[in-house]
């Protein structure tokens, strides 16, 4: 597989608030993506939920499923437990032919709670980490002997927000478990998305890339907003239209292979999805091709 540019229908239509984009159809999430020249698509509530009616869905557009977010539990249940749960989306994306599915940790996140400020977010301390790793890496283990591979997705309000959680993260967890590196969830965390894809290239199987709207992060931190709140101000936007420079991103993915999704979730009424989609296409085949990926 070489590099290939797919999209999160979050660019659409948010589904941790519905209110954004809710009256946007699935149809029209397609034909646009596939107008602008994405491959594939990662699912979002829109999407059927079966294969047969998820092919025929796609099938018109020639778009791929790309892979689609698992909420873990893992801090709550075992590995053995917690794969029992995901049965019905491990077996949809295995017969979609996806490769990878994209995790997190949500059993005690606060991302979706738009009252709750990040400076609440839960941490782990101690044995904790040592208890979610194991539980981690287990499970990914069970899954990659069937094809499927866990690619964690550190995320804003949850257990694996910050640098230091994400190095404790990949020093607790094993080999079958990889990293969904994703670019504007990584700078706001404070870490330099740049300096991860150099540390765990190896392990990075899978990219997410929306840029930051620097005023509005530092509003969001003054003032301690929660996830939803900074997301409803803009925070995210598409690549190229705000502070992160992707050129050393890319350049320490040498060889990368696999997708690079577009994942900026907007207010559609402030952020046409289809321009600001177009937009972060266009710089992402540009920054990828400037990286030699393409």
């Known amino acids: 597989m070489t590099v290939r540019i797919g999209a999160n229908p ?18 029209t999430i397609l034909s646009e993506a596939k107008q602008i020249g994405f491959e594939g698509l990662e699912l979002g509530k829109k999407f059927p939920r079966t294969a047969d009616t998820l092919r025929a869905a796609l099938a018109p557009y020639n778009l791929a499923c790309i892979s689609g977010w698992y909420s873990a539990k893992l801090l ?26 994209v995790m997190c940790e949500t059993s005690n996140t606060i991302q ?3 009252d709750t ?8 301390k101690g044995g904790e980490w040592r208890l979610f790793g194991d539980r981690m890496t287990a499970l990914g283990d069970r899954m990659l002997a069937e094809g499927m591979r866990i690619v964690y997705h550190h995320h804003m309000g949850s257990v ?7 190095h404790a993260f990949m020093a607790h967890t094993g080999p079958s478990v990889h990293l ?27 990219v997410h890339t929306k840029d930051i709207r620097p005023a509005v992060r530092a509003q969001s931190e003054a003032e301690d907003w929660s996830f939803l709140k900074s997301i409803l101000n803009g925070i995210y936007t598409v ?21 690079v999704v577009l994942e900026a979730e907007q207010d559609p009424a402030k952020a046409n999805p289809f321009e600001y989609a177009s937009k972060g296409y266009a710089n992402l085949t540009r920054y990828l091709h400037q990286a030699g990926l393409m």
Request: aromatic fraction near 8%.
């Open 10 to 27: 979050i660019c659409w239509a948010n589904d941790d608030m519905p209110e954004l984009g809710g009256d946007t159809t699935l149809e």
């Open 76 to 101: 709550t249940r075992d590995a053995e437990a917690e794969f029992a749960a995901m049965t019905k989306h491990f077996s949809l994306l295995k017969a979609m032919g996806s490769t990878v599915m």
């Open 112 to 114: 979706g709670e738009i």
């Open 117 to 124: 400020p990040l400076s609440r977010r839960p941490h782990l």
């Open 160 to 166: 694996v927000q910050s640098d230091d959680d994400i």
């Open 180 to 206: 969904l590196l994703d670019t504007g969830h990584a700078v706001w965390g404070g870490s330099d998305p740049a300096a991860l894809a150099a540390r765990y290239r190896e392990r990075i199987t899978h």
């Open 239 to 259: 690549p190229g239209d705000g502070m992160i420079d992707f050129a050393p991103i890319f350049r320490n993915l040498p060889d990368y292979s696999g997708w």
